[in-house]
């Protein structure tokens, strides 16, 4: 069981900076392709970023220039670096860890509310 904890989330105005923290419970590294998905009010869940095969990076383009993600192994711990924010970007934004192996589980964190203010 991994357990997720997202924390940075907040209200923020256009044009400005947050940055989103997931802490895992236990090591992710080669075993869990970690993410970030956002869900707005009526819209379905969507990729943000994420870690792929390799160690690379993938982004929605509707973030690509703006967000960055970012790991730290030692700590457990993966960063959303988010510049420039825009007020479609508000939403509740989850840690997500998708697992590299057939058969096991995909874990999620619970959220964290990000508003950003016109």
């Known amino acids: 069981q991994l357990q997720l904890v997202e924390s940075g989330g907040g209200l923020v105005q256009a044009g400005g900076s947050l940055r989103l923290s997931c802490a895992a419970s236990?090591?992710?590294?080669?075993?869990?392709?970690m993410g970030w998905y956002r869900q707005a009010p009526g819209n379905q869940r969507e990729l943000v970023a994420s870690?792929?095969?390799?160690?690379?990076?993938n982004y929605a383009d509707s973030v690509k220039g703006r967000f960055s993600i970012s790991r730290d192994d030692a700590k457990n711990t993966v960063y959303l670096q988010m510049n420039s924010l825009k007020p479609e970007d508000t939403a509740v934004y989850y840690c997500n860890a998708k697992p590299r192996f057939v058969g096991r589980p995909e874990f999620w964190g619970q959220g964290t509310q990000v508003t950003v203010s016109s």
């Open positions: 236990g090591s992710f590294l080669g075993v869990y392709f």
């Open positions: 870690f792929r095969l390799g160690g690379s990076t």
